[in-house]
C-alpha cells in the first residue's frame, strides 16, 4: 500500500478544459483532492458542459478573475495562448499559489509563462504522457492517467514542497511520475509523440488529395496502419500546430535524422536490398517488445 499523502488543495484553476483537464477534475471529484474547482475557459458552452457534467463548482469566462484565491493553476489551453494566459494572471495570483501545465512541450512554458509570474509564485512545468484523440471536456475519463508517465521539468530554484504536491497529485491521478531536464523532455517527445503525429498528418492529408474513386477504395479497405494514422490525425488540430511551432526546433532535428533513414529505406527497396529491409524490420520489433514490457502498450479492446 503506498505511503505517499494524497495532495489536497482548498481552490483549484483550470484554464482550459478539454480531455485532460477535464480528466484530471474527475480525478480530483473522485478522490477529494480539492474543496473548489473553477474552470475558466474562452467559450460559454465549454463552461457550461463542464457545470452540466458536475466536474466543477463555478465558471469564469475571465481568467484573472478565475484564479484569484486559487492554490493550484493547471494550464491546459493550447500552448499557443501560454504567453497571453500568463500575462492576463499574474496581477491576480496569491503568494504561495502553484502554476503548472499539461503541455506537450516544455522550454515555451519558462519562456512564456515565468517572466509574468511575481514573486513567491511557483512554477512547475509537468506533462502527463496520455491522451486519445478526442477533445472537449465531454472526452474526459478519470482512468486516462492510470499506469501512464507524467514528466515534471522543475528547474534549480523549484520550491521542493509545491515540487512534491504536483508530484503526488499525478500519482493520485494513477501515474509514474518522472523528473526530467526540460531541453531533454523536448527532444524525447519529439521522437515519441511529435514526429509520429507528423507523419500520420501527412500520410492521411496524401490520402484526402487522391481522386473521389481512389479515396472511396482507401475507406472501404482500409488497414489497420492507416486506420492508426487516421486515429492519431483526427487529435485536436489547434493543440498540434502550436506543438510544432513551439517545438520546432527539436522536430527539426529529428526529422532530419528521420528524413535520413527514410532515403536509406527508400534506396533499399528501389534496389531490391532485401537484407538491409530485413535488418532495419528486425530491430524495429525490439521497439515494440519494450513498449510491451514497460507497461505501455494499450489493447485494441481498450482503445479510445
Known amino acids: 500500500m503506498s505511503t505517499t499523502p494524497k495532495p489536497f488543495f482548498e ?70 495562448s501560454f504567453g497571453a494566459v500568463a500575462r492576463a494572471i499574474g496581477p491576480h495570483l496569491k503568494p504561495g499559489a502553484i502554476v ?15 517572466p509574468h509570474l511575481p514573486d513567491g509564485v511557483h512554477l512547475i512545468p509537468g506533462h502527463p504522457v496520455a491522451g486519445t484523440e478526442n477533445s472537449g471536456p465531454e472526452s474526459g475519463f478519470a482512468e486516462l492517467f492510470m499506469d501512464r508517465y507524467c514528466i515534471l521539468t522543475p528547474d534549480e530554484n523549484t520550491d521542493p514542497q509545491a515540487l512534491q504536491q504536483i508530484q503526488s497529485l499525478w500519482q493520485a491521478a494513477g501515474m509514474n511520475v518522472e523528473i526530467m531536464n526540460v531541453d531533454h523532455h523536448d527532444q524525447v517527445l519529439a521522437i515519441t509523440s511529435h514526429l509520429p503525429h507528423l507523419i500520420a498528418y501527412s500520410i492521411v492529408d496524401t490520402a484526402t488529395q487522391l481522386g473521389d474513386e481512389m479515396q472511396k477504395e482507401i475507406f472501404r479497405y482500409s488497414a489497420s496502419g492507416f486506420r492508426d494514422f487516421t486515429r492519431i490525425a483526427a487529435s485536436d488540430p489547434v493543440m498540434w500546430r502550436d506543438i510544432f511551432l513551439e517545438n520546432r526546433d527539436a522536430v527539426l532535428d529529428i526529422l532530419g535524422r528521420f528524413d535520413e533513414d527514410l532515403t536509406t529505406l527508400k534506396r533499399a527497396v528501389r534496389q531490391g536490398d ?22 505501455q502498450h494499450v489493447p485494441e479492446d481498450q482503445k479510445v
Do not use: W
Not at 64 to 70: F, L, P, R, T
Not at 100 to 114: F, L, M, N, T
Open 11 to 80: 481552490r483549484v484553476c483550470f484554464i482550459g478544459f478539454g480531455l485532460l483537464g477535464s480528466s484530471l477534475a474527475q480525478v480530483m471529484r473522485r478522490d477529494g483532492l480539492c474543496d473548489h474547482i473553477c474552470v475558466n475557459a474562452r467559450s460559454q458552452e465549454t463552461l457550461d458542459k463542464a457545470l452540466e457534467l458536475g466536474l466543477c463548482d463555478s465558471t469564469q469566462l475571465d481568467p484573472g478573475q478565475a484564479v484569484e484565491g486559487a492554490d493550484l493553476i493547471m494550464i491546459c489551453s493550447p500552448l499557443g
Open 100 to 114: 503548472s501545465d499539461v503541455g506537450s512541450a516544455k522550454k515555451c512554458v519558462y519562456r512564456e509563462i515565468a
Open 274 to 295: 532485401g537484407e538491409t529491409l530485413h535488418k532495419v524490420f528486425t530491430r524495429t520489433r525490439a521497439v515494440r517488445r519494450g513498449i510491451i514490457d514497460a507497461n
